[in-house]
């Protein structure tokens, strides 16, 4: 698979600024003539952004979550990621699987082994090939999400929940630190995208 296209992922705490760096990997992929396509999970698909409604705003157990997020990306890995790799593109994803052990093992408990389980049944051998984490203090997410958007049920939760996403992202990071590449999102966006610009440069350049 990583012959063909470049598959790429952003991931991080809410409220890290993730939204507002997509914009800028559009604008330079776009500058330097790379094919890129930029999706998102959940969604990416019209059944994965109906699940995606589910899965924000409905309360149900981890369990089912993290099912749900799978299906999700079953959807999303057989409809696009996976044509748009064989085509050689660039496909940018706000979140993916890391998305799952932040969230719903580290945030809520469901048994790493269990995600491992689907995460080998859904993906098979497709990895990222880079990931930016955009980490930030949980204290200053939480302020930037307050004044910023209404919240959805994951943004209400407690603090510790947010404290405990972000620690699994950096376990995660730790463990790959190959395919991960971690930009501190309290530095300037102009700081922030030169990083991200020169990683992008070295991977799909």
Known sequence: M?????????????GAGKTT????????????DINFVM???PGGTLLGEQLRELLLHDEMSPET?????????????EKVIRPNLREGKVVISD????????????????KEKKVDILKEWVQGSLRPDLTFLFDLSVEISIERLNKTR????????EKSFHENIRQKYLLLAK????????LNSEESI????????????????
């Open 95 to 110: 979140r993916f699987t890391d998305a799952t052990y932040a969230y719903q093992s580290g945030g809520k408990g469901v």
């Open 65 to 77: 979550e993290t099912l749900l997020m799978f299906a999700a990306r079953n959807e999303h890995i």
């Open 2 to 14: 990583n012959n063909l296209g470049k598959f790429i992922t952003l991931e991080g705490v809410d």
């Open 175 to 182: 463990a790959s630190p190959e395919r991960f590449c971690i």
């Open 21 to 32: 760096h997509v914009e800028f990997i559009k604008k330079h992929l776009s500058a330097i």
């Open 150 to 157: 209404e919240l959805d049920k994951f943004e209400r939760e």
């Open 39 to 41: 999706t998102r999970e």
């Open 190 to 205: 102009e700081e922030i995208q030169n990083q991200i610009k020169l990683k992008l440069d070295k991977v799909v350049g």
